[in-house]
Structures are given as structure tokens and as C-alpha cells.
């Protein structure tokens, strides 16, 4: 009995590990062949969309009949049936399998969930809704008083026009291109929601909130509980505000919301520029550098890290400056970062112009580069070549842009005078007037409004109702006037558009970029996170390659607890502007507080 039981159980154990190896050897050939033909649908999909993006000559659709081309190639592989059924079918034996082999599977699945041919008409229709949104809002043609005008320009008077019939003006010019894309919004919101439906999605947002392992519900809570741990001081922002900008217009009667266009960002995200730190005009620091000087710069910190030069076809391929006036041609004026063919061939698109502005967003850009390159290596696969999360690759560059603005960074560059002491409070606010301004936008207007778009299916004649709503509930922001159906102020924001259902990651960013950023400046630097200099550290560099290097091969739960020692939490960045506190309250002595 004995004996039988224990040949039984060793047959049974030589037979599960045999099957073990037989559904791992499966798989492996499966994904290896699999992973090479989407690298290549890929990165043919990817030169396309290049084009698209690069060069937007109007009447001229070869560009956008390839673009068109090319994602149906990708979807019709990625979302065959045959593929799914595969997948599906080894994800039967997801215990038999290693982790990495079920995490490429998961990934696999996920393309396919955007690309179901199960329901090809949908899927192609979306492809084009898509391509023709893109085309309308970067072919746009902004005016201001007849005349033509760029988005930096509308963005330049806003940062530093006092006038506010002139700010008003750029305000108004800038949401004009509402009124043409909110059809396409209707319809892409149904096409998005029909084609993540085929494989039992209940929308969009939730599709896109599974890549984090959460359910919709989950993720709108956690925006909620961001938005509440940093609303006391964004309380006190919004009133110091409301009373600068009263006083900057000459506005006798204080608002008790703040009117849009008195704000330098288009959507009032980003409220920074509204101040200069004594002894630190970056703006004017860098206007003479030039552009070039601004991401050779960028790339020089992280190579001071110890990160590699980019490769040269960085510079000979990717479009880093605006287009020259005069051209025939426009290009996409919002910056972004592209993994060509998910090997060495990186590209950024932007239109770096001298200004603090750009100088963060372009340490922003080469973040999501040198993420791409360093998650480049034999380790991981093609399929997992992506970031811990979205949210971490959002974060890299963003957490390099707050130190490449920190003071003692600044002064090392000697783009401020390092003997000039600059006001410690002063530098906070600002800092706090770029971060914590993000967040009731990010985590509350945009994410709430993606949420009901998608998951609630709100009604066309309400977008424009909903997203007030949402901005003076939020940001205690109202429009400078009455606005009506025609306009659709939401869809003004590239996100909505082109990178839908998850603007939350930008505010998972912020908190990540934080947490990062504290154990840096006291484990690794061993200074105030307030004033740190991560020039030239070696070790700074190697903790964030650390995070970059596995790239989508590991739990961004896990990286998060290893690297910090804390589950995600606001704790840091509340720490962070606490000693702000102070400061605002005693300002604010006497005000009126309306959020
Ligand atoms: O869209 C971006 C990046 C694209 S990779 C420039 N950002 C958000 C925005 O501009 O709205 C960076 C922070 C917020
Ligand atoms: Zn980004």
C-alpha cells in the first residue's frame, strides 16, 4: 500500500512536471513567434504614426490613409481569433507557468481586448475615428484677432499677459477647436467602449484601469482619496490665488472662483509661472541658452547619473522644435516620447522653446527615453517593454524635472547665481503652484469626466455642463463666460482625444514621483528634499535604473514596496509642501475661503 502510494504519487509528480514543462515549452514557442510579429506590426504601425504626427499638411491624407493601414495590420493580428484562443487556452494552465510567461500572456490579452476581430468593423472604424480626431486637432488652426497662432504662442500671452481682455482673447482662441472635435468624441467613446466590450469589459475606463490590477471603482477611489489628502493645501492655494490675481488685474471684487483665463495654463493645471522667485528667473536664464542647449542639458543630467549618451538617430530622427513659421505643414504641438521598434530606435516629439516651461517638460520627454532604453536588454521581452506601470514611466521624468529645478541644482548649472540666497518659501510655492495645482485637475476633472464619459455614457449635450461642474468642484474654477453646446472645452486637452481613460496616471505620477524623490533626497543624497542637487550621483542613477531595468516584468505594488519601503501614498508629497502651510494661512489671515 505503502509502496503503491508512493509510486502513484511519484508518477504523479513526474507526470504534472513533465506537463509543467510540455505547457512552458508550449508557450515559450507560442510567444516567440508571436512576440516577433507584433514587434514588427509594431514598429511598422509606429513609423506610420510618426509620419502622421510629424508632418499634417492639409488636403494631403497619404499619411493618414498609411497610418490607417497600419494599425489595422496591428489589430488584425493582435485581436485575431486565433490569437485569443490561444492565449486563452494557455492561460488555462496560468499555475503550470512561470510568472514572466503569465505576465507576456496578460499582455498579449490586453492588446487584443483594444482589438477584437471578433468585432473588425468595430475596431476599424475606431481606427479611423482616431486618425481623423488626431488630424483635426493638431491641423487646427488657432486664431487670435484673424490671425494665425501657435498653442506655445496662445500659451506665452497666458503665462505673461496682464491684460485680461487680451488674456480673454487667447483663452477663447485657444478652446475654439472644441466645436470641431466633439462629434468625434461621441463616436469614439462608442467605438472605445463597443471594442473592449467584445471581450467583456464593461468600458473603456475600466479596460484601461486593469492594466494597474484595479477595477474602475477602485481607482476612482483612490483619485478621490489623493484629491482629498491634498485639498487643504490646494484650499489655501486657491485663495492666496484668487487675491494675487484680483490684485495683478487691478479686480476690485475678490471672485470666490477663480475665472479660467486669469490663469497661465489653458486648464488652469499648471499655475507656476505665476510667480518669480527673487534671484531665480529661470525663464530668463534659459532665453539665451537657446533650445538645442535645453535637451543637450537634459541629456547631460541623466548621463551625470550614469546613464548612456542617447543614440545619435535620437537627434537625426526625432522633431524636438516647433515648426518654422511659414511651413505648409503643422505637426502635434503636445510633447510626447516614442519607443520606435521597442529596441534602440527613440524619439521624442516636441517644440522646445526656451522657457521654464519646456526646460521641465523636456526632462520630462528623456524620462520616458531613458526608460525605454534601460527596460532594452535581454532580460525582458518584448511584450513587457513597458513601464512597473503607467504611472512610473509618467514619473521618471517628471521626478528628474522637480530636481532639475531645485536650487542647488540650478546654482550648479549657474543658470541661478549661486551666491544669491533665494527664499526657501518662495521656491516651495512655486513648486507647489506646478504639483499641487495638478492635482484636483488630474485626479478630479479629468479622471471624473473620463469615468462618466466612458462608464456612465454621458450624454453629448451635457460634456460641456459636466466639465464645469467638475472644474469649480474641483479646482474652484469657472469659465470666464457662459459657454454653450457647440463648444466642447474637455476635448481641447490632447488626453481626452488620443491618450483616453487615463489621465489618472499623471496624478499616480505625482505621488510616485514624490515617494521617489524623499527616499532619494534622505537615503541616497542624505539632503533636505527641498534643496537637493542629484548632479553626477552615481547612486541616485543607479536606483532609478534599478526601477527602469525589469520594466513591465515585475508588480509595481512590489517595486514600489522594495525601492521605498511604503505602500503608494500621498504621505511624501503632503510632507513635502507642509511647512507651505504656514505660510498660506498667515497670507490668507482675513480671506475668504469659497472651496
Ligand atoms: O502630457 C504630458 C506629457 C506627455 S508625455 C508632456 N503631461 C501632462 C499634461 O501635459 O497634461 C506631463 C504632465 C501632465
Ligand atoms: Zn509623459
Redesign the pocket.
Known amino acids: 500500500m505503502q509502496k503503491f502510494l508512493l509510486t502513484g504519487c511519484l508518477v504523479a509528480l513526474l507526470w504534472s512536471c513533465e506537463s509543467k514543462k510540455d505547457y512552458q515549452q508550449e508557450t515559450d514557442t507560442f510567444l516567440q513567434t508571436y512576440a516577433a510579429q507584433y514587434q514588427k506590426l509594431y514598429t511598422v504601425s509606429s513609423e506610420a504614426e510618426w509620419a502622421s504626427n510629424t508632418k499634417i499638411v492639409e488636403g494631403d491624407s497619404t499619411n493618414a490613409i498609411a497610418t490607417r493601414q497600419a494599425n489595422e495590420a496591428f489589430a488584425a493580428f493582435t485581436g485575431s481569433k486565433e490569437n485569443i484562443q490561444q492565449v486563452q487556452s494557455l492561460l488555462e494552465h496560468e499555475d503550470q507557468l512561470k510568472p514572466i510567461q503569465v505576465k507576456q500572456l496578460k499582455a498579449a490579452l490586453r492588446a487584443a481586448a483594444n482589438n477584437p476581430q471578433t468585432v473588425a468593423a468595430v475596431v476599424k472604424k475606431r481606427i479611423k475615428a482616431e486618425t481623423e480626431q488626431s488630424e483635426k486637432l493638431y491641423g487646427f488652426n488657432y486664431k487670435l484677432n484673424g490671425k494665425s497662432v501657435t498653442t506655445n504662442q496662445i500659451d506665452e500671452i497666458l503665462r505673461t499677459e496682464t491684460n485680461p481682455a487680451k488674456r480673454l482673447a487667447a483663452w477663447e482662441a485657444s478652446k475654439e477647436v472644441g466645436t470641431v472635435l466633439k462629434s468625434g468624441l461621441v463616436n469614439l467613446r462608442q467605438l472605445r467602449n463597443e471594442t473592449v466590450q467584445a471581450l467583456g469589459y464593461h468600458d473603456y475606463f475600466s479596460y484601461q484601469a486593469e492594466d494597474y490590477g484595479m477595477k474602475r471603482e477602485e481607482m476612482m477611489a483612490l483619485m478621490r482619496k489623493i484629491n482629498q489628502e491634498l485639498k487643504p493645501l490646494y484650499r489655501e492655494l486657491h485663495t492666496y490665488a484668487r487675491y494675487e490675481f484680483a490684485k495683478k488685474y487691478n479686480e476690485k471684487q475678490v471672485p470666490d472662483m477663480l475665472p479660467a483665463h486669469w490663469l497661465p495654463n489653458r486648464?488652469g493645471?499648471?499655475w507656476s509661472s505665476m510667480i518669480t522667485v527673487a534671484g531665480s528667473n529661470l525663464d530668463a536664464a534659459l532665453k539665451p541658452k537657446g533650445v538645442e542647449w535645453q535637451v543637450k542639458q537634459a541629456e547631460r543630467f541623466y548621463q551625470s547619473l550614469g546613464f548612456p549618451a542617447l543614440p545619435a538617430s535620437f537627434y537625426t530622427k526625432s522633431s524636438l522644435y516647433p515648426v518654422p513659421a511659414g511651413e505648409k505643414y503643422k505637426k502635434n504641438n503636445?510633447?510626447?516620447?516614442w519607443h520606435m521598434n521597442l529596441e534602440k530606435d527613440v524619439r521624442s516629439l516636441m517644440s522646445v522653446e526656451p522657457n521654464a516651461e519646456w526646460y521641465e517638460?523636456t526632462h520630462?520627454?528623456l524620462g520616458?527615453i531613458y526608460y525605454y532604453l534601460t527596460y532594452t536588454n535581454p532580460d525582458v521581452p518584448v511584450l513587457l517593454r513597458s513601464g512597473a506601470n503607467r504611472a512610473y514611466h509618467?514619473a521618471m521624468?517628471?521626478l528628474m524635472g522637480l530636481a532639475a529645478m531645485q536650487q542647488p541644482f540650478l546654482a550648479n548649472l549657474q543658470l541661478v547665481n549661486a551666491k544669491t540666497k533665494t527664499d526657501q518659501v518662495q521656491s516651495l510655492l512655486k513648486e507647489a503652484l506646478n504639483y499641487v495645482v495638478?492635482i484636483p485637475f488630474?485626479s478630479g476633472v479629468m479622471s471624473e469626466f473620463e469615468h462618466d464619459l466612458y462608464a456612465k455614457n454621458l450624454a453629448p449635450a451635457d460634456f460641456n455642463n459636466r466639465w464645469w461642474e467638475l472644474a469649480q468642484q474641483y479646482q474652484g474654477i469657472v469659465p470666464p463666460n457662459k459657454r454653450d453646446d457647440k463648444h466642447a472645452d474637455a476635448t481641447t486637452?490632447?488626453?481626452i482625444n488620443d491618450?483616453p481613460a487615463q489621465?489618472y496616471d499623471?496624478a499616480l505620477?505625482y505621488v510616485i514621483l514624490f515617494q521617489l524623490h524623499d527616499h532619494i533626497a534622505r537615503k541616497i543624497l542624505k539632503q533636505d528634499p527641498h534643496a537637493t542637487n542629484y548632479y553626477g550621483n552615481k547612486e541616485v542613477g543607479k536606483f532609478l535604473a534599478s526601477i527602469m531595468h525589469p520594466g513591465a516584468s515585475v508588480d509595481w505594488r512590489q517595486v514600489l514596496q522594495e525601492k521605498t519601503g511604503e505602500d503608494l501614498s500621498a504621505r511624501a508629497m503632503v510632507a513635502y509642501f507642509q511647512p507651505l502651510m504656514d505660510y498660506l494661512k498667515a497670507q490668507n489671515k482675513g480671506r475668504k475661503y469659497t472651496l
Open positions: 486648464w493645471q499648471d503636445h510633447a510626447s516620447a517638460t520630462h520627454e520616458h509618467e521624468g517628471s495638478f488630474a486637452k490632447t488626453h491618450d489621465y499623471y505620477s
